[in-house]
T-cell receptor, first 114, second 109 residues
Framework: KAGVTQTPRYLIKTRGQQVTLSCSPISGHRSVSWYQQTPGQGLQFLFEYFSETQRNKGNFPGRFSGRQFSNSRSEMNVSTLELGDSALYLC?????????????FGEGSRLTVL | KNEVEQSPQNLTAQEGEFITINCSYSVGISALHWLQQHPGGGIVSLFMLSSGKKKHGRLIATINIQEKHSSLHITASHPRDSAVYICAAFTSGTYKYIFGTGTRLKVLA
């Protein structure tokens, strides 16, 4: 069974640009959640998608957005990048949303904003 | 004060030692995860607990719902246990994960 796949693994952008990250969940998993990890703030919840609908979101500005497709693959987008957006972005897939369940994480996308 | 607190932040142990990492939370939860993160970033879920105790190999996790406290124990630690361990509380009101700041464990041979 293939794991959670995130692409790209590494990317470098400059301030003001936008970036799109992709996450393919484990086959059969319909929930995808996104997290930001920085040395200063640790892991923080961004948002969760289930059946193409955002079911929950964390406390991030509107520059952070996401979507989920009918095959459960998800993308997140960050517009007008700031230096503070440099982070490891992780996604996790699970069977259901809104309940505590086993989480399967991808390897992450490491974003550097210059 | 963070809603999920972990201690210690850093821990160095000799191979074979018994290790305990603690997690306290101040919010209502329906479950708590213990996660392991190796250098490079990938995270593995070790345990999900809503009550009592779970054991997997040399790892033991316990939770006391009344005291809002969970512990992760590693028996007979090994250098391959070197990683960052993170507790994640699934809140019962807002259905989100709140994470501890992590414990960086280094086990010396």
């Amino acid at each position: 069974k293939a794991g959670v796949t995130q692409t790209p693994r590494y990317l470098i952008k400059t301030r003001g640009q936008q970036v799109t990250l992709s996450c393919s969940p484990i086959s059969g998993h319909r929930s995808v959640s996104w997290y930001q990890q920085t040395p200063g703030q640790g892991l923080q919840f961004l948002f969760e998608y289930f059946s193409e609908t955002q079911r929950n979101k964390g406390n991030f500005p509107g520059r952070f957005s996401g979507r989920q497709f009918s095959n459960s693959r998800s993308e997140m987008n960050v517009s007008t990048l700031e230096l503070g957006d440099s982070a490891l972005y992780l996604c996790a897939s699970s069977l259901a949303a809104g309940v505590a369940g086993e989480l399967f994480f991808g390897e992450g996308s490491r974003l550097t904003v210059l | 004060k963070n809603e999920v607190e972990q201690s210690p932040q850093n821990l160095t142990a000799q191979e074979g030692e018994f290790i305990t990492i603690n997690c306290s939370y101040s919010v209502g939860i329906s479950a708590l995860h213990w996660l392991q993160q190796h250098p490079g970033g990938g995270i593995v879920s070790l345990f999900m607990l809503s009550s009592g105790k779970k054991k997997h190999g040399r790892l033991i996790a316990t939770i006391n719902i009344q005291e809002k406290h969970s512990s992760l124990h590693i028996t007979a630690s090994h250098p391959r246990d070197s990683a960052v361990y993170i507790c994640a509380a699934f809140t019962s009101g807002t259905y989100k994960y709140i994470f501890g700041t992590g414990t960086r464990l280094k086990v010396l041979a």
